[in-house]
């Protein structure tokens, strides 16, 4: 048995370097491939500090709340590497590993593609990862009681967010969470996603219902089911650039004038730009957020210079979402529509606007699911 942890304490400027080394690695894979060069040396040299220290016996690290805990000792750095481990920890639901005498490169290869996927880390024989149970729901949980939990969450996040603070993806992705499982106990998507009636509430019932809507679409279509999480949070964060657009814009009650639709028109630009900064946000949401306005045809905005380039898949089904979940709603310049009438406007949009075999994909389930019996 190694000496218990605690004995031996590393010291701080190393656990930084492995800390940088960790997330270097990890960022990487994230971006390229595990197979990457740069991720084969931060991987290494992040393996190189775990058997020095491991050299001494096993290292705990815990996380409690925003602190990180090696060997029982507090580590209170704060430099960026350090807190997008932390927040990596969290969205990973992780609460401690354990490094036991002696893994080798390939366990740590594991952790760090582990790290980087959108799936679980797993345990090695000398890894130990000890995820947080994620809240089990009451299986007496109903859909609207799953919903309102998320509506809420989307709802705290969205208002704590500003130009100047980040958002707090463990709150989004905990509300993707919920509402994957309301899908799985409400058939009828139209009950899920009730139009917006309120202007206060359009911000966050709008983006809970394009990520509703979005994730039933890919759900239909098929999409696997790990993929389902990132499609939710893409859609949740589509508009999410519109915080750095005036609220004279935002809130006019009539038409734009000129100037102020130009201004309008730039969120795509504004929201991927917030998201790819955001290292907790999957590449996916910045995408999307950047494609959300653009058409099947190549026309919408942003215009891009890039002929023949054509919306990433998911954001041609975010586009749908907008699109069916806008007209639903009341707008200050606009009565909502019903369904049958947004059925029809989206037909015409085949082929210029929207994916055809989207469309006739997401209209077929509207009507399977409305089928009497
Ligand atoms: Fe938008
Ligand atoms: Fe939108």
């Known amino acids: 048995m190694d000496k218990p942890a605690g004995d031996f304490h590393p010291p701080p400027d190393r656990i930084s370097e492995l800390i940088s080394c960790l997330m270097t690695a990890i960022s990487s894979c994230g971006l390229y491939s595990a197979k990457h060069p740069v991720v084969r040396e931060f991987s290494a040299r ?15 690290v815990t996380l409690i709340g925003e602190s990180v805990i090696f060997n029982d000792v507090p580590f209170i750095e704060r430099k960026v ?50 995820v947080v149970e994620v809240r089990l729901k009451n299986p007496g949980d109903t ?7 998320g509506l809420s969450r989307v709802r705290e996040t969205f208002q704590g967010v500003s130009r100047f603070r980040e958002l707090d993806m463990v709150g989004l992705e905990d509300a993707v969470i919920d509402f994957l499982g309301v899908l799985k106990k409400e ?18 019932v709008h983006a809970t219902n394009v990520s509703v809507l979005s994730i039933f679409q890919a759900e239909r ?13 893409a859609g949740l964060l589509h508009d999410v650039g519109k ?59 942003p215009e891009t210079k890039r002929t023949g380039k054509t919306q990433h898949i998911v954001s041609q089904i975010v ?13 200050p310049y606009r009565k909502p529509l019903e369904v049958p009438a947004i059925s029809r406007m989206m037909r015409e949009g085949m082929g210029t606007d929207f994916n055809p075999v989207l469309v006739e994909k997401f209209l077929a389930s509207l009507e399977q699911i409305s089928a009497p019996g």
């Open 46 to 60: 992040a393996f190189g500090i775990i058997e020095e220290f491991c050299s001494h016996g096993d290292v705990h």
């Open 81 to 130: 590497h350090i807190v997008n481990f932390i927040r990596r920890l969290r969205r990973k639901k992780i609460d401690k590993i354990i490094f036991s005498k002696t893994p080798d490169l390939s366990e740590m290869d594991a952790f760090v593609i582990g790290m980087a996927s959108g799936g679980k880390v797993p345990s090695t024989g000398h890894i130990s990862v000890g």
């Open 143 to 149: 859909a609207d009681a799953l919903l309102d939990g």
């Open 187 to 204: 058939m009828n998507i139209l009950r899920i996603v009730g139009p917006v009636k309120t202007h206060n509430e359009y911000t966050y």
């Open 221 to 233: 279509l098929g999409f696997p089911q790990e993929t389902l999480r990132d499609i939710g949070l």
């Open 243 to 301: 915080m750095f657009v005036t609220n004279e814009v935002l809130d006019k009650k009539g038409k734009l004038d000129e100037c102020e639709w130009t201004e309008m028109k730039k969120h795509p630009v504004y929201g991927a730009l917030y998201l790819a900064r955001l290292s907790e946000a999957p590449p996916l949401a910045a995408i999307v957020a950047f494609e959300h306005h653009m058409k099947f045809n190549g026309t919408g905005y």
């Open 319 to 331: 586009a749908i979402s907008d699109f069916f979940d806008a007209l639903r709603t009341t707008r």
